[in-house]
Every structure is written in structure tokens, then in C-alpha cells.
T-cell receptor, first 112, second 112 residues
Framework: GAGVSQSPSNKVTEKGKDVELRCDPI?????LYWYRQSLGQGLEFLIY????????KSGLPSDRFSAERTGGSVSTLTIQRTQQEDSAVYLC??????????FGEGSRLTVL | SQQGEEDPQALSIQEGENATMNCSYK?????LQWYRQNSGRGLVHLIL?????REKHSGRLRVTLDTSKKSSSLLITASRAADTASYFC????????????FGQGTELSVKP
């Protein structure tokens, strides 16, 4: 596609429910990143996929968070048993390694 | 602590003035990138400077990199009200693949 696409753009859920956030990267980009941004804060690195290499999961805050990238393209970030502190904007980006990142518009998650 | 830290956290200037933002980091890097974010959603790439480069220009933007001091600066010349945004530096850490770590950002306000 023309750019990085994320869905849903907004998600409101109840504490304890599971959520899935989807990212469609730019076709052909080998690298895919997930970040989290709380209101007025910087970007917190979550996970990074590069080609067929094992992902760098060093930023995932707890074992409730997981992500996969199927077929080297679409990625899903899953948050299990959501907590209120998970409320944030989740940003996905893709790139050709090791260049500039192209970001989606983000998925705003609100946990009630 | 953050790999990249920015200074100042907030900057307010008049249209036509120059704006300078600084970024310091802790470990060796492959490259350093600057991004702009409007309204807390997707980020837009501005400029990438490699570890063996010292200065790059793009339009009204000038970026410098001092690897001995582990610091970079972004200069926006002849600022415009439309430059009002948050600006982030991001470092691609040496020997960690394409992992890109963002700073906390500088909030720039340009008053007409």
C-alpha cells in the first residue's frame, strides 16, 4: 500500500480483556517496529522484526504483551488481560534496513 | 534511562528566529535520525545522519553529529508557525541490528 496502515485507530476496552492491534507495513519493507507512546511522552520501544531473523523483544513490558509478523508482512500486537496502565497510542513503523522509518497513524488504546 | 535525551524539553520562539534542539546519547550508534510529530500521532522522518558523517543539510534543517561527545543538534532556520510540533531524535544502536531508540522529544512552539 501507499503507507503504513494500522487498525483499529481507536479501541476502548475493559480491564482484563485481550486486545489485538494490527499493522500493515509498506510492501517490501524488511523491518517492522512497534512503539508505545503515553500522553505527552516519548516513544517507548516494544519490539522489532527484521526479515527472517528472530525479533528483538527486549522492549516488551511484560509477558502479557506479544507480537508476531506473518509472512514477513502484516504484524499483530496482542495485549492480554489489559490493565489501565496499558492505555496509550501504539505506533507501528516499517523501513528498509537500516534506513528511515515510515510510521502509521497509531492505534489509541483506552482501558477502562 | 533513555539512550537519547533531548534538550530543551520545550522551546518557544518567534517566527523568523532559529530553533536549536540538542540530543545526547549513551552508546555507540550506526546512525541518528530526527523525526517530527504533529498532534501526538504518526511521526515523519526529517533527516538521517550516519556515524561517519558530521553535518547534513535538508532545506531549512541542519543536523550535526559529534560522536566524541555523543551528541547531535537539529537547527531549524527562519522558523515558521507551521514548524510548531514535537521533534524527536532516535539512535540506531551499533551492533543491535536495526533497533531504533527514541528520546523524549522537544516541544517547539513558533509564534506568528
Amino acid at each position: 500500500g501507499a503507507g503504513v496502515s494500522q487498525s483499529p485507530s481507536n479501541k476502548v476496552t475493559e480491564k482484563g480483556k485481550d486486545v489485538e492491534l494490527r499493522c500493515d507495513p509498506i510492501s517490501g519493507h524488511t523491518a517492522l517496529y512497534w512503539y508505545r507512546q503515553s500522553l505527552g511522552q516519548g516513544l517507548e520501544f516494544l519490539i522489532y522484526f527484521q526479515g527472517n531473523s528472530a525479533p528483538d523483544k527486549s522492549g516488551l513490558p511484560s509477558d502479557r504483551f506479544s507480537a508476531e509478523r506473518t509472512g514477513g508482512s502484516v504484524s499483530t500486537l496482542t495485549i492480554q488481560r489489559t490493565q489501565q496502565e496499558d492505555s496509550a497510542v501504539y505506533l507501528c513503523a516499517s523501513s528498509f534496513f537500516p534506513g528511515e522509518l515510515f510510521f502509521g497513524e497509531g492505534s489509541r488504546l483506552t482501558v477502562l | 534511562s533513555q539512550q537519547g535525551e533531548e534538550d530543551p524539553q520545550a522551546l518557544s520562539i518567534q517566527e523568523g528566529e532559529n530553533a536549536t534542539m540538542n540530543c545526547s546519547y549513551k552508546t555507540s550508534i550506526n546512525n541518528l535520525q530526527w523525526y517530527r510529530q504533529n498532534s501526538g500521532r504518526g511521526l515523519v522522518h526529517l533527516i538521517l545522519i550516519r556515524s561517519n558523517e558530521r553535518e547534513k543539510h535538508s532545506g531549512r534543517l541542519r543536523v550535526t553529529l559529534d560522536t566524541s561527545k555523543k551528541s547531535s543538534s537539529l537547527l531549524i532556520t527562519a522558523s515558521r508557525a507551521a514548524d510548531t510540533a514535537s521533534y524527536f531524535c532516535a539512535t540506531m544502536i551499533y551492533n543491535q541490528g536495526g533497533k531504533l531508540i527514541f528520546g523524549q522529544g522537544t516541544e517547539l512552539s513558533v509564534k506568528p
